[in-house]
């Protein structure tokens, strides 16, 4: 059974910064994609940042030029560095892990269950 936990979330004055860490364990033979999601209460779940296996990222253009996501291999983690917080960046984020699990070819998708950022004005 795979599991995915996220922390490092908080409350933050506009202009500060946060990192959000996202920690993948049990059996994975690999790990393709992570992703950083948001979702606002009635509003529909975005992704703010990806990272492939290969190195590739995305980010969703609100927030280009002041989040950065990063990996740790030997920890096994994937970072979400956010700067210049602004009030519009409050929101539940949660980590998305696809992965084949030990024991399977297929990629398998595993969500943790989210770290609530909150940037008050």
């Known amino acids: 059974q795979v599991q995915v936990a996220e922390s490092g979330g908080g409350l933050v004055q506009a202009g500060g910064s946060l990192r959000l860490s996202c920690a993948a364990s049990?059996?994975?033979?690999?790990?393709?994609?992570v992703g950083w999601h948001r979702q606002a209460p009635g509003n529909r779940r975005e992704l703010v940042a990806g990272l492939s296996s290969s190195g590739s990222t995305d980010y969703g253009d609100s927030v280009k030029g002041r989040f950065t996501i990063s990996r740790d291999y030997a920890k096994n983690t994937v970072y979400l560095e956010m700067n210049s917080l602004q009030p519009e960046d409050t929101d539940v984020y949660y980590c998305s892990v696809k992965a084949i699990p030990n024991g399977s070819v297929r990629i398998r998708e595993y969500w943790g269950q989210g770290t609530q950022v909150t940037v008050s004005a």
């Open positions: 049990g059996s994975i033979v690999s790990v393709i994609y």
